[in-house]
């Protein structure tokens, strides 16, 4: 079973760039049965997906967050990371890293899509 657990700052400066990593643990980031995702949600709001990864590497970003969004993977540490640049307080969620499973030809995802979730982190933007 896919285990994942996210790690980053708790409180990011307005106009900063948010990096955040998801650990992965019983499945691998370069096997071509998974595609992984970053989804957040704003207090009070509906969950949102950001983006993906997929095994090659390649990537697909939600298109309203794509100006500020970057995917990428360590496959040494087994780990795909998130960065979101230009901050600001509407940015302030709890992000989750999730994966999906299956032979998944990349493109828009819902988080309804997804087959496994980390715990989430919560993000501040707040000077």
């Known amino acids: 079973q896919v285990q994942l657990q996210e790690s980053g700052p708790g409180l990011v400066k307005p106009s900063q760039t948010l990096s955040l990593t998801c650990t992965v643990s019983g499945g691998s980031v370069t096997t071509n049965y998974y595609a992984w995702s970053w989804i957040r949600q704003p207090p009070g709001k509906g969950l949102e997906w950001m983006g993906v990864?997929?095994?090659?590497?390649?990537?697909y970003y939600s298109p309203s967050l794509k100006s500020r969004t970057s995917i990428s993977r360590d496959t040494s540490k087994n780990q795909f990371s998130l960065q979101l640049s230009s901050m600001t307080p509407e940015d302030t969620a709890v992000y989750y890293c999730?994966?999906?499973?299956?032979?998944?030809?990349?493109?828009?995802?819902?988080?309804?899509?997804?087959?496994?979730w980390g715990k989430g982190t919560l993000v501040t933007v707040s000077s």
């Open positions: 990864i997929g095994y090659d590497g390649s990537t």
């Open positions: 999730a994966s999906r499973t299956g032979i998944i030809i990349l493109g828009a995802m819902s988080p309804g899509d997804m087959d496994y």
